[in-house]
């Protein structure tokens, strides 16, 4: 699991950033400078040090997005453009995205404030920017042709609006709609409350969900996907490659899951029950949350959930629609489970020799094997924990608990070591007779009867 990360300073300068040197500049007039990321690390932000106290959230992977003061106007300056994206160690997307990255940086504020968002396009056709689920004027919208004219490329428009209430909402293009999605186009705006006592928390995780269906070997998505994609991501990022979220024993968690992908996510957490305490239409009051341990996310809608992190551990949080554990993946393989594929290996040597048959036992073996791959590909499944392959891919990563963790600490702490007797383990006695590896129910090929 990758464990790189950076502390960026509260103006956000930081080893990663390039070229940021106006940031903190008060009354500039000009254009404020873009912001760079070049790295998929998580990028922690120090809590503001002038203005409402807040605590910033953690984008897995990602990182948010510097802003300026000008005259009491908080401005951003978004640059939507082609990006290289590291989806995994081994494995880079040609994606479109926002200033550097796809996902696109976190936008952060409070409730109260009045943004002004520059956004340059250095895209080859028109972009907007929606604002999903925020309170603004209807020609701040970003619906190209609704709104305002599409922003052609070379351009930058400006959209400006206060922030009338505080939650979490998503950003994106209503512009050559399906294209710009699919080629990787979104984030996420966190707006803080403006009362610190509103439902506060020590750890504030962001997800965004994403997918994209990249052949092996290339770079480039096929953008008419639109139900079998084979990458399955959490801010364009897969697993093992996707950061723990790291948390202090009794710390009050909340973590925020968007979707932008054609299909709804039911996010599973092992180890906890947990209630959503917002959408993105709002918080939900206290009365009306009930408890839960999947939540289904459903497409263009955003969830957050929170928990008070009693039980040490490393507890698996995953999408629970199997096929999205996983990495890389065709569709059209047959199953071969049961299958005795002895006499098709024979025949297959005869002419390939290193030939290997897969997934007569399960495809649990796919993991362990190191198989040639096209360059620019991971396998399905390749995590590894503490007790051998972790047989899942794509959106998974895991919660670690961990006691005596300092506050604004997200470095991974390793595996956990379970106490004496918390493990589950091997009966090493008599077994009663079972027979369901020879089974003919579970044998599908009958053995080859002898020629007599
Ligand atoms: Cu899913």
């Not at 979707?259 to 957490?269: G, K």
């Not at 955003?302 to 949080?317: N, V």
Request: hydrophobic share 40%; net charge negative.
């Amino acid at each position: 699991m990758l464990n790189r990360r950076q502390l960026l300073g509260a103006g956000a300068a930081g080893a990663t950033l390039v070229s940021s040197q106006a940031w903190g500049k008060t009354l500039n007039m000009g254009l404020p400078e873009a912001a760079q990321m070049d790295s998929a690390a998580t990028a922690i932000t120090a809590r503001p040090s002038t203005g409402v106290d807040y605590n910033p959230v953690v984008t897995l992977n990602g990182w948010t997005l510097p802003h300026r003061m000008n005259n009491g106007v908080k401005e951003f300056h978004l640059v939507a453009e082609p990006v290289e994206r590291e989806l995994a160690d081994g494995m880079i997307a040609h994606l479109w995205g926002y200033n550097g990255q796809s996902t696109g940086p976190t936008i952060e504020a409070v409730e109260g404030d009045r943004v002004r968002i520059y956004v340059t396009n250095r895209l080859p056709e028109n972009t907007s920017v929606h604002w999903h689920g925020m309170i603004l004027p209807s020609g701040m919208d970003g619906v190209v042709g609704l709104s305002h004219p599409g922003i052609k490329p070379g351009k930058t428009f400006i959209y400006e609006f206060d922030l009338i209430k505080s939650g979490t909402f998503m950003y994106h293009p209503h512009a050559d709609e399906m294209v710009q999605m699919a080629m990787g186009m979104m984030g996420m705006f966190v707006v803080h409350p403006k009362d610190p006592t509103f439902m506060p928390v020590d750890r504030d995780f962001l997800i965004m969900l994403n997918a994209f269906d990249i052949d092996p070997g290339t770079y480039v998505p096929r953008i008419m996907t639109m139900a079998d994609f084979n990458l399955w991501t959490w801010n364009s990022r897969i697993f093992p490659d996707i950061d723990p979220l790291v948390v202090n024993r009794g710390d009050k968690v909340r973590v925020r899951v968007g979707n932008l992908t054609m299909t709804n996510h039911p996010i599973h957490m092992h180890g906890y029950d947990f209630k959503v305490t917002c959408t993105d239409g709002g918080w939900v009051p206290e009365s009306a949350q009930w408890p839960e341990v999947s939540i289904d996310i459903p497409v263009g809608a955003m969830r957050a959930y929170e928990f008070t992190a009693d039980h040490l551990g490393d507890w698996a949080i995953h999408c629970h629609k199997s096929h999205h554990t996983m990495n890389a993946m065709g569709h059209d393989v047959p199953t071969f489970i049961g299958v005795d594929k002895k006499q098709l290996t024979q025949k297959m040597r005869s002419f390939q020799p290193d030939y290997m048959p897969m997934g007569t036992a399960g495809m649990g073996d796919m993991g362990k094997m190191t198989m040639p791959l096209p360059d620019n590909t991971i396998p399905m499944m390749n995590g590894w924990g503490p007790h051998g392959p972790i047989e899942m891919g794509g959106m998974f990563s895991v919660v670690k608990v961990r006691e005596g963790i300092e506050a604004d600490d997200y470095e991974d702490p390793g595996w956990y070591e379970n106490p004496p007797g918390e493990q589950a383990y091997e009966w090493i006695g008599e077994l009663p007779e079972f027979a369901s590896n020879t089974s003919p129910k579970t044998i599908l090929t009958p053995k080859p009867t002898q020629k007599g």
